[in-house]
C-alpha cells in the first residue's frame, strides 16, 4: 500500500480546528470501515488515532475531498493491520471471535446499510484475504462505487469486481439464510431461560443438528478452549454447567452489531457477552464473547 500519509503542513490553530471538525464529521463511517476490516473495535479505535495523526500533519491543502481521503487512509491502514492481527490470531488462546460493538444508538455503525456486521458474516470474513475483505466491505456495507475501490485498495476495476464476487458467493454459499431480527431475538431470549433452568429438551429444540457453541475467554477466563458441535452435545454441555454458570446472574438485553444479545453480569460487572445465530432451522451458533478485553468496551457503553 502506497504512503498516503507523506507530505506536511503547519496551519494555525484555526486550521486545526478546521481539520477536527472535517475529522468528527466522518469519525463514524471511518470507525465503521476499520471496525469492519479488524472485527476488533479496540484495533479500530487505534487505527482512528493513526489516521487522525496524520491528517493533523498531512498537507490539507492539496485535498480536494477530505472524506474519500480519509477513507483511502483508514482503509489501507486496515488492510496492513489485518495482516499483522492474522499473525497474533493463529495463537490466539481457544476460539477467537470478533469484539462486540454497542449499535443501539448507530445500527448501522456510520454505513448506508448494516451489512458486514453480524457476527455470522464477521465470523465468514475471517476467511477472505484482507484486501478481498476491504472490498467486500466497501462495496456491501458503504456502497462505494467500484471504480473509488480500484483506487482505495491500488487495484483495477476488474479485479475489484472480482474480488467482490468471489466474497458475496464465498458468503452466500457458506451462510444459512438468516431468520428475522425478532425471531432472532425471540429464539434467543428462549436459549437464555432454557440455559438457565438446564432444561435439556427445550435446548435440543431450539438447537440446528448442526449447531456450533463457540466460547471465547482468550486464555483470560475460563471457557471452553474447543468448538462444541452437535445439539445432543451442546445441550448436554450448557445443562453440565447451568448451575454453576448462572447463579445470581442479571440478565440485561441489548442490540450488539445489529442483533440482539443478552449481557450477563455479576454483581453488576458484565462478565459475557452471549448471542445466537439462527437460520430456519434453528440455532446454529451459540457465541459466548467471555475475553475481559473484549467486552471492556462494551460494559463501559452499557
Known sequence: MGDIGAGSH????????????????????????AYRILSSSTEAE????????RWQAYDRSTVTDPGAFLATVTTRLAINALQSARVRRETYVGPWL???????????????????LGFAVL????????TER???????????PYRQIAEIIEASEVAVRQLVSRARKRIVSERRAPVKRADQRRLLT????????????????????????????????????IPVIGAFRVAKYI????????????????????????????????????TVNASDEGIDQVLWMMNPAKIAALSAAS
Not at 487505534?46 to 495523526?53: E, G, M, R
Not at 476491504?134 to 462505494?144: N, P, S, T
Not at 440455559?195 to 456450533?212: C, K, P, Q, T, Y
Open 134 to 144: 476491504a472490498a467486500y466491505v466497501l462495496r456491501e456495507a458503504f456502497d462505494y
Open 123 to 130: 465470523l465468514l470474513l475471517e476467511k477472505l484475504s484482507p
Open 190 to 225: 428462549a436459549f437464555v431461560a432454557a440455559a438457565r433452568s438446564g432444561d435439556l429438551a427445550a435446548l435440543e429444540e431450539l438447537l440446528a443438528a448442526d449447531v456450533i457453541s463457540y466460547s471465547d475467554g482468550g486464555g483470560a477466563v475460563r471457557a471452553s478452549r
Open 239 to 274: 445443562r453440565a454447567f447451568a448451575d454453576r454458570f448462572w447463579a445470581g446472574v442479571e440478565v440485561e438485553w441489548a442490540d450488539v452489531n445489529g442483533q440482539a444479545a443478552a449481557l450477563l453480569r455479576h454483581d453488576g460487572e458484565l462478565f459475557t457477552v452471549l
Open 46 to 53: 487505534d487505527l482512528l488515532q493513526d489516521v487522525w495523526l
Open 10 to 33: 503547519r496551519g494555525g490553530t484555526e486550521d486545526l480546528d478546521q481539520a477536527a471538525a472535517t475529522f468528527e464529521s466522518v469519525r463514524p463511517r471511518l470507525f465503521g470501515i
Open 98 to 116: 470478533p469484539e462486540p460493538v454497542d449499535t443501539s444508538s448507530d445500527p448501522h455503525l456510520g454505513a448506508e446499510r448494516g451489512e458486514a
